[in-house]
């Protein structure tokens, strides 16, 4: 969704609930620059998430771990296996 600056200082409360109640970003353009309003919570979230993968080594490991337990899940849910 993107709201026009002047918009988005009339509807700013309105919008603030928004992005935090559906989990979601909103542009905000003013000419040809723009920025985006996003809860306090993802912002948090993509520091974090950046910050972790920002190390090709532990970006490595996270990876590996997120395929293991990916294909964990995929025995356990596997009728071909069942007993």
């Given amino acids: 969704m993107a709201v026009e600056?002047?918009?988005?200082?009339?509807?700013?409360?309105e919008l603030i609930e928004r992005v935090n109640r559906d989990h979601t970003e909103i542009e905000?353009?003013?000419?040809?620059?723009?920025?985006?309003?996003?809860?306090?919570?993802?912002?948090d979230a993509l520091v974090e998430t950046s910050y972790l993968l920002s190390s090709p080594a532990n970006a490595r490991r996270?990876?590996?771990?997120?395929?293991?337990?990916?294909?964990?899940?995929?025995?356990?849910?596997?009728?071909?296996?069942?007993?």
């Fill in 62 to 83: 996270l990876m590996s771990a997120l395929q293991s337990v990916r294909e964990t899940a995929t025995r356990r849910n596997d009728p071909s296996r069942a007993p």
């Fill in 5 to 13: 600056l002047g918009d988005a200082q009339r509807r700013l409360g």
């Fill in 28 to 43: 905000i353009v003013s000419g040809s620059a723009s920025a985006v309003l996003m809860s306090k919570a993802e912002y």
